[in-house]
Structures are given as C-alpha cells and as structure tokens.
C-alpha cells in the first residue's frame, strides 16, 4: 500500500511538471511542442523494445495507427488549450475523458452503463459548468478546445480496448510517439520557434517528465491496492493549481473549485463503482 501510494504521488508529480513546462512554454506552437514530448520519450520507448526484442511494427497495425492519429490529437489540443485556460482548469476539464470514453463504450463496444453512473456523470458536468460559470479566467475557445481533448482522449480508451492484448503496451506508446513526432514535426515547420538556452532542455525534459508519470502510475495501478490509490490520481490537479498560483498568479474563485471538486468526485465515484 505505501509503495503504491509513493508511485502514485511520484507520478502526480511528473505530470505536474510536465503541465507547468507546457505552461511556461506556451508561447511555442502546439505542434512543436508536440514534437518535442513525444521524440523526449521515443528514447525510453525504442530502447525497450529494443533491449528486449519486441517487434516493433506490432500485430495490429491499423488500430495502432488510429491509436496514435487520435492521441496526438488529443495531445496538441490540450496544449492548445493551455493558452486560454489556467493550467489547473486545463488539466482538470481534460480529466473528463473517462466520461466520454464510457458513453463511447457504449456504441462501439456496447458496454453496459448503470443508472447510478449517469448520475456520477451529471456531476461532473455539473461541475464543468460551474468552472465555466463562475470562472473569468476560462475562455469559451479554450473550453472546447479541452473538451475536444478529453473527447480524442476517450476515443484512446475505446481503441485500445479493441486492441486488447494482441500487442504489448510499450508497442502502442511507441506507435503514438512515432505518429506525434511525424504530425508535430509537420506542423512545427508552419510555426517554428528557435528555443533559446534553457528552453532546448525544457522541451527535452517534457517527453521524459511524460514517460515517467505514465510509468510511475502504471507501477502503481499494478498493485494490489488499485482500489484504495485509484482517488490519488487526481492530486494532480491540486499539485497544478496550486503550483499555478505560486508561478503564473493564476485565481480560483471559490465556486469555480467547488466545481472542480465535483468533476473529481464524480469522476472518482464512477471508477469505485465499476470496480
């Protein structure tokens, strides 16, 4: 239990550095930024399967690749969104992807959803309106544009689903980092800014910060405490609001985080359900 709860924390961690570094840089394109997350963890990526000599190109070749169009998509939206939105509130709406991904389970996988879920659902909406409502600070573009990003990211859920385990896990990050690289390397050539000094390390450290938050909380969810650690997952948006605060002076008002609490709640009640 506090083996797993160290890993859940250390990946909060990671992901929160990775979210203020996407912050501080927001004034690259999101393609660029995208570029560089994903080529900072094809070292971690190819050098596993490398040493252990997984075969690359996988067995499902086709749903990797909508894996991969649909997660960069999800990627360079959310990033997009960070320069409309307070990085606490950007990252907290794009936690609404399992939502999304359940009412797409339903259609494409015919899953079966209880009552009571649509009742945890509609709090966390409840919740995204109150954000929205009671918030300045949160721009209507960036608001669709995070939404659109949970969206893509619930699609994720759905498609690997599919995959099951016809190929290893490392295969299909491997296959979404190839694909970000190839589309953020395209677009950064539209807008490409030279980073200067720091900035080089900064974009390097975004794919490694990355790599290591989805290690560190898959670590934790293989233990046998998955139940009583599934909550911590979320701390990460505190860790970001309030690291967003002390660094960009970003607000909260106060019903805008009571807001926040419900989508995390109602986000949190879903996933004790199901399991």
Do not use: C
Request: charged share 10%.
């Amino acid at each position: 239990m506090k083996k797993a709860i160290y890993f859940m924390l250390l990946s909060a961690v990671s992901f929160t550095a990775m979210n203020l570094i996407v912050k501080h840089l927001s004034h690259f394109g999101s393609g660029q930024l995208v570029l560089f997350r994903a080529f900072g963890s094809l070292f971690f990526t190819m050098t596993y399967l490398l040493w252990h000599k997984i075969p690359i190109l996988g067995n499902q070749k086709a749903l990797l690749v909508y894996r991969g169009l649909v997660g960069v998509t999800s990627m360079g939206l959310f990033f997009m969104s960070v320069n409309y939105l307070p990085i606490g509130s950007a990252v907290s709406l794009r936690y609404i992807s399992p939502i999304f991904a359940t009412v797409l389970a339903v259609f494409f996988l015919r899953e079966k959803v209880k009552p009571v879920q649509w009742i945890f659902f509609l709090m966390a909406f409840a919740g995204v309106l109150m954000i929205k409502g009671f918030d300045p600070n949160i721009d209507s573009f960036g608001l669709v544009l995070v939404l659109a990003s949970a969206l893509f990211s619930g699609m994720v859920y759905v498609i690997i689903n599919k995959i099951g385990h016809g190929d290893h896990p490392v295969v299909i990050v491997n296959y979404f980092m190839w694909i970000s690289v190839i589309v953020g390397g395209i677009l950064a050539l539209f807008k490409w800014n030279t980073p200067v000094g720091i900035e080089w390390l900064m974009l390097l450290s975004l794919g490694v910060f990355g790599y290591f938050g989805q290690l560190f909380m898959t670590k934790a969810f293989q233990s046998q405490a998955t139940n009583k650690i599934v909550s911590l997952k979320y701390i990460e948006v505190v860790f970001t609001m309030v690291a967003g605060v002390l660094l960009f002076s970003d607000s909260y008002p106060w019903l805008s985080l009571v807001g926040t609490l419900l989508v995390i709640t109602g986000l949190i009640l879903n996933i004790w359900y199901r399991r």
